[in-house]
């Protein structure tokens, strides 16, 4: 069965950085789709953060990721990264892989069935 297992979340001060994984299992070869992360905030909807192409030649970041986060992806190890630095009680959310999507310079786009980890917890104290 195929599974996106997402890690590397937890609680950490304002200006103090993480770094999430998403490893695909189940067999799944990820390297031909183009990957991304969302984030849900408490009582909002889901949102796109960030995402990359298969190649790796293009990425996308929200206003809010530019200039903090980093995407990055592994073929070879079926894993998609997010570095986040510097870090605000605003990016304070369940972070979200996804397989499956559009992206260019200026957007990011879900397909009609997208693919979606189960989530992993950040939460920034002030």
């Known amino acids: 069965q195929v599974h996106l297992v997402e890690s590397g979340g937890g609680l950490v001060q304002a200006g103090g950085s993480l770094r999430l994984s998403c490893t695909a299992s189940g067999g799944w070869t990820i390297d031909i789709y183009h990957m991304g992360w969302f984030r849900q905030a408490p009582g909002k909807e889901r949102e796109v953060v960030s995402c990359i192409n298969w190649r790796e030649t293009i990425t996308y970041y929200d206003v809010s990721a530019k200039g903090r986060f980093t995407i990055s992806r592994d073929n070879p190890k079926s894993t998609l990264y997010l570095r986040m630095d510097n870090l605000t009680p605003g990016d304070t959310g369940v972070y979200f892989c996804?397989?499956?999507?559009?992206?260019?310079?200026?957007?990011?786009?879900?397909?009609?069935?997208?693919?979606w980890g189960q989530g992993t917890q950040v939460t920034v104290s002030s």
């Open positions: 996804v397989v499956d999507l559009t992206v260019n310079q200026n957007f990011c786009q879900l397909s009609a069935r997208p693919f």
